[in-house]
């Protein structure tokens, strides 16, 4: 999940799909909540979630907005009570959901990244979607959180990624493990059936016999992420 920014440290712009993939990025099943950042870059709005360190690169997951509120009230997609949904509230007894905390920070002292170092991020390949997901929901387990996934088109395929998911081979380098697949949706969720080995992509979450993974689905690729051949 999202983490705090060091002084000194640059920022690695990476442009999500929504401002409900923010949300739902922020947010834990637990309704435990990460804070978004609203900064200035240039002439345009900035609604902004700290993501990944790598080196000195600070990953900072943003769209453009004009919302002009200081908490988002946000609603997970659950069989039965409704779609998923987020809007801007003046309090947090205004509607029930998760609360987001939106704060007005200016970082135009901060430096900007165009990339990550390869020195700093390796890229590795999973043959099969079944063992990204695997791994994500494993490493969710481990840290007693709602897994999730980052997911972007590339050159009509679906790239599903995730950072440092396998422990035993950590080390000082980030690990971007990523595999690709069929071109999908924009999908929130994708749901996981142990017992049969099988996932798909949904809109909704709260089936007790699946295992659910978010999915933040970004703009575009990641800048130091290279296509295979």
Known sequence: MASKTPHG??????????????????????????????TKEGKETRIMALGEQIGDVTLGYYVESEGKGSIISYKFPEYGKGPESMEF????????????????????????????SSKDIMLMRMEKPESMINAAIRKGLRGEALPYLYSFAVK?????????????????KRMLYYTVMGKKKDEGFLRWSYTANRFD?????????????????????????????
Do not use: H, W
């Open 201 to 229: 992509f949904v809109d909704v979450i709260g089936e007790y016999s699946y295992i659910y993974v978010k999915i933040i689905n970004l703009a575009g690729p990641f800048s130091f992420f290279k296509m295979p051949d």
């Open 89 to 116: 509230v003046n309090s947090i007894e205004q509607q029930p959901g998760n609360y987001i905390s939106v704060i007005d920070l200016d970082l135009k002292g901060m430096k900007k990244a165009k990339e990550a």
């Open 9 to 38: 440290k640059s920022m690695l712009y990476v442009k999500a799909a929504s401002m409900m993939d923010l949300c739902r990025y922020c947010c834990g099943y637990d309704f435990n909540t990460d804070m978004l950042l609203r």
């Open 156 to 172: 009509g395929y679906t790239v599903l990624c995730g950072f440092d998911l396998i422990d035993g081979l950590n080390d000082e």
